[in-house]
């Protein structure tokens, strides 16, 4: 059993530094190669920041662990919103943003009511798979197209986070190996760790997912928000929150479900499958309505988080 946590440790703190180093060596390489800032940040930086979450969900389609699988992701997408913006905002006021928060909120909506129509579709297999994965690609050229747009309206493009013009080339080539070999290994001892803890405790591998490695793989995101907030800058959580839950839906379980067939437990199907759409509806208020997620509303959704905790555990 202390072997298993260690290895749950070890493999969250390996996935995290090795996902960290992977972004910024990717970026750099990408813009040392050419390519435009605005395809590196829709493409480079959105896959590199999840790619923690995507090795564990891989790692754990070949071990023949789907309740890991799907439950990183669909407790990683409940953690996000509860957590990564009910925390922060204890801190400091979170601000709903313009159109362009708007419009993906929306599209984190469809994803989440695609993904939920698909599971009772399920096991999740390789056509599955390309539908989320042709979504994704849309959503991809959505945003895209809707950047070129900024772009070329004048707007100062964005900062890419790890961009170093100076950074020297062995620089870049040491993170992109650190990143390549310490994210499959992490990846395998968090799984290998939480499957051992859920059979030593007989608790299921759906809820290990649910809570021990979806907050796991979430907390390079709660970290990011709240280090913003207490500089005054939380609303980059929302941003966050959003593109982050998006990609979970449809580029982790779309890559996964092509490395195998998951199989949706029947309690994700009544239970976890409703929790994660309710908690994706709770913000439109904020979202829709522009109002700002204030200290008091930050401390609600942070409440909600513990109320699932309970409900998971009956």
Same mark, same amino acid.
């Given at each position: ?56 969900? =891989?790692?754990?389609? &070949?071990?023949? #662990?789907? *309740?890991?699988? /799907?439950?990183?992701?669909?407790? !990683?997408?409940? +953690? ?126 759906? =809820?290990?997912?649910? &809570?021990?490695? #979806?907050? *796991?793989?979430? /907390?390079?995101?709660?970290?990011? !928000?709240?280090? +913003? ?86």
């Amino acid at each position: 059993m202390a072997i298993d946590i260690v290895q749950v440790l070890a493999g969250l703190v390996l996935l995290v530094l090795a996902g960290e180093a992977l972004v910024r060596g990717a970026v750099n390489l990408a813009l040392r190669l050419g390519i435009p800032s605005l395809i590196v940040g829709l493409t480079v930086v959105a896959f590199g920041t999840s790619a923690p979450e995507l090795l564990v969900s =891989v790692k754990a389609v &070949t071990q023949d #662990a789907p *309740g890991i699988a /799907l439950g990183n992701v669909v407790g !990683s997408n409940i +953690a996000n919103i509860l957590l990564v913006l009910g925390i922060p905002a204890m801190i400091s006021v979170i601000h709903p943003g313009d159109n362009h928060a708007r419009r993906s909120y929306l599209t984190m909506v469809a994803a989440t009511i695609l993904f939920i129509i698909l599971a009772f579709l399920g096991p999740f297999r390789w056509w599955h798979a390309l539908i989320l994965l042709g979504a994704l690609a849309l959503m991809l050229w959505d945003n895209y197209r809707e950047a070129r747009a900024h772009r070329a309206a004048g707007d100062p493009e964005e900062v890419l986070e790890g961009a170093d013009p100076a950074l020297p080339g062995w620089k870049i080539a040491a993170y992109l190996v650190a990143g390549l070999v310490g994210l499959p290994l992490g990846a395998q001892l968090l799984v290998e760790g939480a499957v051992g803890i859920a059979r030593a405790y007989d608790i299921s591998e759906t =809820v290990i997912g649910l &809570t021990l490695v #979806a907050v *796991g793989t979430s /907390l390079p995101e709660l970290a990011t !928000s709240v280090a +913003a907030a207490c500089k005054k800058q939380a609303d980059v959580a929302m941003g966050n929150v959003i593109g982050s839950n998006v990609f979970n839906l449809l580029g982790i379980i779309g890559i996964a479900g092509l490395v195998g067939p998951l199989r949706v437990p029947q309690s994700m199907l009544h239970f976890d499958l409703w929790a994660m759409l309710v908690t994706t509806l709770v913000i439109a208020p904020f979202v829709l309505g522009r109002r700002n997620i204030t200290r008091i509303w930050g401390l609600v959704l942070t409440a909600g988080y513990v109320v699932f905790l309970i409900a998971l555990a009956h």
